[in-house]
């Protein structure tokens, strides 16, 4: 009956678009007071759904309904709308510091929260719940058969140079006005490298293309459009190189910065209790473990690293992995004077 | 231990647990207020040091404002971990260049004014206690003159920590100089009071009677409590011989009279001669007068020590108490057909002494004038004021006392040789100690023709003082 009503709700609402809505329902959705917690995520569903499928069946009388948007959307959704969920997960790691900072959230103190890291979480109301390493995914059919695969920023920049004339247009980023990963991972840039007006330089020499999102960018790169995908979600990458041999990941030696995807409970939440319950539920070993074996998202704790390449980086001690800390300093990202002023350097750069 | 009323140590306990809670409390507020003002310092200080560098990237850029706010301010307000922070740059007409849109502006009241573009001001945003910092900056090119505003808060949850913290720290500190503080003057009350310990020890274990003097050697503050029982030692050793003395007089002297006694009336009892008797009956009556006359003596010895002691002064007139002792001793007179006048003040003439004394005084003299005076003669009391004296004289027409005798007569249980009459020898004795308490002399002049004047001279406005 509620699955009924749902539909009737995804056909007739036009909050919700039946594309981007997924319902999945608990053991028993037939009884009555049953529960909906809302989650709104910007993960893909493959990605996020064994976690979310493994909750509802766990829990009495509970289904969950998962939204699915692009980061700088859903944070404008609830901001704008105040439409709020129960549980609000994104990788947008700055537009969820400004919300918390702006007071959006409720702060929620467990043991399974205390075993975070400082820097994986903020004010017990952030927390962290996977670890995302940014990667630059290239596709080796470009590679002579004397180059190697660019272990770092500076190799990939004298690769680009030798090939001048082969990289015009070859080159993939995702599109920092629309995407707000894409932002954050060219601002951090920004902030941490060296090598970032050389890369301004090149990427705008080269005509660098812009993409809406990671899956268009890969399928681009698998395809041959492009041969580098700059700024990539090494989960993502990962999985595409999985599936077609040409396509290499790189984790950059001189510093790969690592994505924090993140949950908080909003004040405005219906389901609190249940919403804090999905907190401990979503940091404990178990439901770790399954984002470690049965999704492409990678887990925070680093017990259950699947993909070996990243847990043995996560174990050195000069490990090139640095995680972009949760914390007031991301909130510079969201101010409009600094957006516009690399948004500018970037349009800047492209037009010459 | 018995009638004690209070305890030293407990005094002591209480007024050091007062003295030291007052001053815990006072050190506790002062350094709480000054941690706090402190932290408050310490936080505005990184406030506005975010908010200078957020003023310093304001900049004018080709006639443009151009703001790149620095991350390090971002990191500097990130020190405080839990706290959230917000903040806005405004051009001077209101437009917001970048920030958070409804950040309170500066409050018309702000006191605080660091200088007089920089202002510091509490206020509630976002549902919370916040602190603000406000910078004016002047934007000046060869064509542009404007002002901005940069206004950075933060919410006070580190300073509040901050404070708790020190208070915290504050409190067991403390808390530990209270207890210390107290266990030190504890232990200085137990070693001060050492010595008095030493002291009981010392008197309870002596035998009753050791009167001889504590030799123990004690600190500057308790020697005169010792020299005080030391005092009262030899005191008592003294009493306590004249005592014995006095007692073996007074056994010396109840023997003659009752060996008298005794031998009168085993010769009454074997006289066959009527007269002979009667007389001898009549000694064992004037034997047993004197007798009952020298215990009187002793027993008024015993009460002038009683009330010597207890102090018994009043305000008395010393001329009735004169004229009412001559009427006492009238009768006796009147026997020998003994004239006693008085001569001198009919208004009352007030002392302060011990009536009780100063009655055995006139009593005795006035006895003895009586005692020592021939049959068919005359006593005369006299009694007025002098200048700086009051004088009483009684004088008889007696035998009198040779010189060298005068200075004997008052000592105890003297007689004079010559002396054929029965006496105690105790009566004048009596009288010279009444009359030492009393700060009065007795003199022994001779009378004329023949007899004695004894005169008592007090200090005018004396008897005793005090």
Same mark, same amino acid.
């Given at each position: ?352 | ?62 006639? =443009? ?321 002098? =200048? ?44 010279? =100690? ?33």
């Amino acid at each position: 009956m509620i699955r009924a009503l749902l539909i009737f709700l995804l056909n007739v609402s036009p909050l919700i678009h039946a594309d981007d809505a997924y319902w999945i329902s608990g053991k028993d959705d037939v009884l009555e007071n049953h529960k909906i917690l809302k989650v709104y995520g910007a993960a893909d569903f493959s990605a996020i759904e064994p976690i979310l499928k493994n909750f509802a069946l766990e829990q009495d009388n509970l289904s969950v309904l998962y939204r699915e948007f692009s980061t700088r959307e859903l944070y404008r959704y609830v901001t704008e709308r105040g439409e709020w969920p129960d549980i609000l997960l994104s990788p947008a790691m700055d537009l969820q510091v400004k919300l918390i900072n702006d007071g959006y959230a409720i702060p929620f103190e467990s043991e399974s929260t205390s075993r975070l890291p400082k820097w994986a979480s903020w004010r017990n109301e952030l927390y962290a719940f996977t670890y995302e390493p940014v990667a630059i995914a290239i596709n080796r059919r470009i590679l002579g058969d004397d180059d190697l695969v660019p272990k770092d920023r500076t190799e990939l920049l004298n690769l680009i140079r030798s090939k001048e004339s082969l990289f015009r247009g070859k080159i993939g980023l995702l599109d920092l006005e629309t995407v707000g990963l894409g932002y954050l991972m060219w601002a951090n840039d920004s902030q941490q490298s060296r090598t970032y007006g050389r890369l301004l330089e090149v990427f705008g020499a080269n005509r660098a293309k812009l993409y809406p999102n990671s899956t268009s960018m890969l399928q681009a790169l698998a395809q041959g459009d492009i041969y580098i995908a700059y700024n990539v979600l090494g989960s993502y990458a990962s999985e595409w190189a999985a599936r077609f041999n040409e396509l290499s990941v790189i984790l950059p030696n001189d510093y790969t910065a690592v994505i924090l995807r993140s949950a908080l409970i909003p004040k405005a939440a219906q389901l609190k209790n249940e919403a804090k319950l999905f907190i401990n539920y979503l940091l404990s070993e178990k439901t770790q473990r399954l984002l470690s074996e049965h999704s492409s998202l990678i887990p925070i704790s680093s017990s259950y690293d699947t993909n070996e390449d990243i847990a043995t980086l996560r174990q050195s001690e000069l490990s090139p992995l640095q995680p972009i800390n949760l914390g007031f300093p991301l909130l510079l990202l969201t101010d409009q004077a600094k957006r516009s002023l690399l948004l500018k350097e970037w349009d800047n750069a492209i037009q010459n | 231990m018995s009638n004690s009323a209070y305890s030293i140590k407990q005094r002591i306990w209480l007024v050091a647990t007062l003295v030291l809670l007052l001053m815990s409390t006072v050190v506790y507020w002062s350094a709480a207020l000054y941690a706090e003002r402190l932290a408050r310092n310490a936080f505005d200080r990184q406030l506005r040091g975010a908010a200078l560098q957020m003023a310093e990237s304001v900049n004018l850029v080709g006639g =443009e404002i151009e703001i790149d706010l620095p991350l390090s301010a971002f990191e500097l307000l990130a020190m405080s971990e839990e706290d959230r922070a917000f903040y806005a740059i405004r051009h001077a007409n209101g437009t917001l260049l970048t920030g958070y849109r409804d950040v309170p502006l500066l409050p018309e009241d702000v006191t605080e004014a660091q200088n007089h573009h920089e202002w510091i001001y509490d206020s509630i945003y976002s549902g919370e206690p916040t602190r603000f910092v406000s910078i004016k900056k002047r934007l000046l090119d060869s064509d542009y003159d404007a002002f901005v505003s940069i206004t950075v808060g933060q919410t006070v949850l580190a300073r509040q920590a901050h404070a708790l913290q020190t208070k915290r720290w504050v409190i067991q500190f403390v808390v530990a100089f209270f207890v210390l503080s107290l266990l030190l003057i504890m232990l200085g009350v137990w070693v001060a009071l050492r010595p008095l310990k030493k002291v009981r020890l010392e008197l309870l274990h002596r035998s009753p009677v050791d009167l001889s003097a504590i030799s123990l050697q004690v600190p500057k503050e308790i020697a005169p409590l010792t020299d005080a029982i030391n005092q009262l030692m030899s005191q008592l050793t003294k009493t306590l011989d004249r005592l014995k003395h006095f007692s073996n007089e007074a056994a010396h002297q109840l023997r003659t009279p009752l060996a008298g006694l005794r031998s009168e009336a085993q010769s009454a009892l074997k006289e066959k001669n009527q007269s002979l008797r009667e007389g001898q009956l009549k000694n064992v009556i004037a034997c047993s007068d004197e007798l009952a006359s020298m215990v009187t003596h002793i027993l008024q010895h015993a009460e002038l020590a009683h009330r010597f002691q207890r102090d018994e002064i009043t305000s008395l007139d010393l001329t009735h108490l004169t004229l009412e002792v001559a009427r006492e001793v009238a009768a006796a007179a009147l026997d020998k057909n003994i004239e006693l006048s008085y001569v001198g003040s009919e208004d009352p003439i007030f002392i302060s002494g011990n009536s009780i004394a100063l009655r055995f005084l006139i009593s005795n003299i006035l006895e003895n004038a009586v005692k020592y005076s021939p049959m068919d003669s005359e006593v005369t009391v006299q009694l007025w004021v002098e =200048e700086t004296s009051i004088r009483l004289d009684i004088s008889d027409h007696g035998e009198g006392i040779p010189d060298s005798e005068k200075p004997k007569v008052f000592e105890l249980h003297y007689r004079s040789p010559n002396n054929l009459n029965t006496g105690t020898g105790i009566g004048l004795s009596i009288a010279k =100690e009444v009359a030492d308490f009393h700060n009065a002399t007795i003199e022994l002049l001779d009378n004329q023709p023949s007899g004695l004047t004894v005169r008592v001279v007090f200090p005018a406005l004396g008897g005793v003082r005090f």
